[in-house]
């Protein structure tokens, strides 16, 4: 089955600088792959998405990365704030619709 | 905006006994999932369900597990018996017949087996 491997564990950045976070999967046959923010007790809340027939998408502060042939996928949060710290999580997902989930990067931004 | 509801939003039950998880999806949804996310990991996913029948199941998944859909809105999670390891927040998800992948995930139930 698909394996999701995601880095850091932990991250920590100063209020403004940017955030990396990156994941890999192994299935060939994944071709959806959303990052979620998830709030302490809350619900995965879905903040960008992107299919393998897109290299890039970017969504104001947001972006996501991905390149097929590595298997590999990135999360790109720029001029960070306070209210960005949060569990991020990668997926990766094929057409049936089972979501495969990394094991989460802690976000903490310091004003 | 729509949205995917779950009760109840906290449970708590004895080993051994059963408990119902409930659900009710976008209506517009077809396919529904359940995922549990035990404190502090993963979230991972249990089994998916389209067309009055799971289409998919993890290794999670086990006899003591059984999901329904009773009627036009409602999804259900039960465990038959459950046990300490059990506890975990579940999460219940639904897609569009088009975009399936993309999930809709509703707010959690909290499960606490004592």
């Known amino acids: 089955g698909e394996n999701v491997e995601q880095h850091p564990s932990t991250l920590s950045v100063q209020e403004g600088d940017s955030a990396v976070i990156k994941c890999t999967y192994s299935?060939?046959?994944?071709?959806?792959f959303p990052w979620y923010k998830q709030e302490l007790g809350k619900r995965p809340q879905l903040i960008i998405d992107?299919?393998?027939?897109?290299g890039e998408k970017k969504d104001q502060r947001i972006a996501v990365t991905l390149n097929k042939t590595a298997k590999h996928f990135s999360l790109h949060i720029t001029e960070t704030q306070p209210e960005d710290s949060a569990v991020y999580f990668c997926?990766?997902?094929?057409?049936?619709?089972?979501?495969?989930f990394g094991d989460g990067t802690t976000l903490t931004v310091k004003p | 905006e729509p949205e995917v509801t779950q009760t109840p939003s906290h449970q708590v039950t004895q080993m051994g006994q059963e408990v119902i998880l409930r659900c009710v999806p976008i209506?517009?949804?077809?396919?529904f999932y359940w995922y549990r996310q035990i404190l502090g990991q993963k979230v991972e996913f249990l089994v998916s369900?389209?067309?009055?029948?799971?289409?998919?199941k993890s290794e999670i998944f086990d006899d003591q597990f059984s999901v329904e859909r009773p009627d036009g809105s409602n999804f259900t999670l039960k465990i038959r018996s459950t046990k300490l390891e059990d506890s975990a927040m579940y999460f219940c998800?639904?897609?569009?017949?088009?975009?399936?992948?993309?999930?809709?995930f509703g707010s959690g139930t909290q499960l606490s087996v004592l």
């Open positions: 998800a639904s897609g569009q017949l088009t975009t399936n992948e993309k999930l809709f």
């Open positions: 299935d060939s046959a994944s071709n959806y």
């Open positions: 992107i299919r393998s027939n897109v």
């Open positions: 997926a990766a997902s094929g057409n049936a619709g089972k979501s495969t």
């Open positions: 209506s517009n949804h077809l396919y």
């Open positions: 369900f389209y067309n009055n029948e799971i289409s998919e």
